[in-house]
């Protein structure tokens, strides 16, 4: 019997990432999306904390097992920021997503303007969380490292990618098709890793 659970998040970008994942991984479940509501408040300090407390208030309000990531860019230049405030460091929460992240590349390559390619040292970070309505907590991480350029390149993916260069790449995140991003994301190395946590919960 196939198994429900929710992804804590209404951002459908991540739900069609994640759906890829799991598909790919193997594992029987059904991946359902954050009904309407009020967005849980993300409070926490770091990449995990924040992750646990949409898990947490999704498992609460369904009954299911719940799934949910924090993740974000950290640069070297910039003493690991915008770290845990990737998705709101322009400041902006009007218009659409693609206008959000446009602001945010925007100030993003304004506060490295005359930073040289050797100092543009860059991280994708995710915490991923899986809770479940019993009181189970895991959380898996995922790293990718790279450089952030000076312009952004190509027409995929969200948020920061446009600008980031991951090592050992020839073409940056948002140029990558969906496959090639999912095995080297730092999203899809977290996510693997918690699809073999869920696998094992779900067996208990």
């Known amino acids: 019997m196939t198994t429900k659970i929710v992804l804590a998040s209404r951002n459908e970008a991540k739900l069609v990432e994640l ?4 598909v790919a991984s193997g594992l029987d479940v059904e991946l359902i999306g954050l009904p309407d509501g009020e967005e849980v408040a993300e409070t926490g300090t770091t990449f995990a904390e924040n992750a646990l407390i949409k898990a947490r208030a999704a498992a609460e ?3 299911l097992p719940a799934v949910a990531d924090d993740s974000g860019l950290t640069v070297d230049e910039l003493s690991g920021m915008p770290g845990v405030r990737s998705a709101r460091w322009s400041g902006r929460r009007d218009g659409t997503r693609v206008e ?12 490295l303007d ?10 994708f970070v995710c915490a991923a969380a899986l809770v479940t309505p019993g009181g189970v907590e895991r959380v898996a991480h995922g790293e990718l ?3 952030l350029l000076t312009e952004p ?3 995929h993916g969200f948020g920061y990618d446009p600008l980031f ?7 940056t995140n948002a140029e990558l098709t969906a496959a090639e991003k999912d095995a080297i994301s730092h999203r899809g190395r977290a996510f693997r890793d918690l699809t073999t946590v ?5 067996a208990d």
Request: glycine content about 10%; aromatic content about 0%; hydrophobic content about 45%.
């Open 153 to 155: 390149r190509g027409d």
């Open 19 to 22: 759906r890829r994942i799991l």
């Open 165 to 171: 260069l991951a090592d050992g790449q020839t073409r």
């Open 100 to 111: 959000r992240d446009e602001a945010n590349n925007a100030l993003l390559l304004a506060q």
């Open 198 to 202: 869920i696998a094992q919960v779900l």
């Open 114 to 123: 005359d930073v040289p390619p050797a100092r543009r040292g860059a991280a």
């Open 61 to 63: 309000l369904t009954g």
């Open 145 to 147: 490292r790279g450089v």
